[in-house]
């Protein structure tokens, strides 16, 4: 067990591929907090945790206010004894054409997928450091990386996220605390409903293994950036994205 003994906040953790990293994290050790907003589906989550037989803690909070972040990753701490691994997952989607993009829409994303990740590691990284270990994974995306049409929004917030991981981890790295980020391509989660089956098929031709990407595919990643052997590992951006982005 890679993980065993230590304890885990997933952000976004109630679907798709926070769930999938929860999920991976329990099965190697892990103690996890599964966060959302939804009370039922976190419920789920933890249900599917502990039936595996690991520990698992449900926690509702909105990772854009800084007091529900800061209040989650306390109960975290207070619960599980500590905190040794953060993964900033949380996030929002829309597809909308800039010209008709929303100072609502803008503002949630960037709230959401940026200003979640400084909200939760402003809280969760100090304990880490004066520990002398810790581990803070960001799930960002590759139109962080390239841009994207009608994905605005979206492109600020990961490329934002990108340049938070980098000044982390260099602030960080000679107190035991790496900091990453794994940039998907297309995954399977119910986000894909946003799209419409045209779309799909187009983004499908596009990418070179055939087919999208699977939520377990992003856990095993965050898993190695979680992990002790990783502890050389830091100010990384995996493009995880069946070849899109080479
Ligand atoms: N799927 C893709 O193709 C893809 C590609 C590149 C990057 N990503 C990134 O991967 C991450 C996960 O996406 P996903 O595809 O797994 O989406 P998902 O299945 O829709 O899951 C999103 C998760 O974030 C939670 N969440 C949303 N807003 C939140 C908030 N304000 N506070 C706390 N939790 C919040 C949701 O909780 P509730 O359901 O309770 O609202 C849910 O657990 C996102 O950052 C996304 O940008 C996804």
Redesign the pocket.
Known sequence: MRLKGKCALV??????????IAARFAREGASVAV????PE??AAVVKEIEAAGARALGV??????FA?AQAMVERAEREFGRLDILVC?????HHTPFLELSEAEWDEVL???LK?IFNCARAAIGPMARRGWGRVIC?????GLTGYPEMAH?AAA?TGAHGVVKALAAEFASSGVTVNAI??????????ANFTEEALANFRRRIPVGR??R?EE?AEAALYFASDEAAYTTGQILNLSGGTLI
Request: net charge positive.
């Open positions: 952000t976004g953790s109630s679907s798709g591929i926070g769930r999938a966060n959302g907003r939804s589906k976190i509702r909070a909105n990772v854009g206010s529900e997952n949380a996030g929002v989607f709230t959401v997928d979640g799930v960002t995306a590759i139109s979206i990961k940039a998907p391509g297309l995954v399977e989660t119910p986000i894909l999208i990407g939520p992003i």
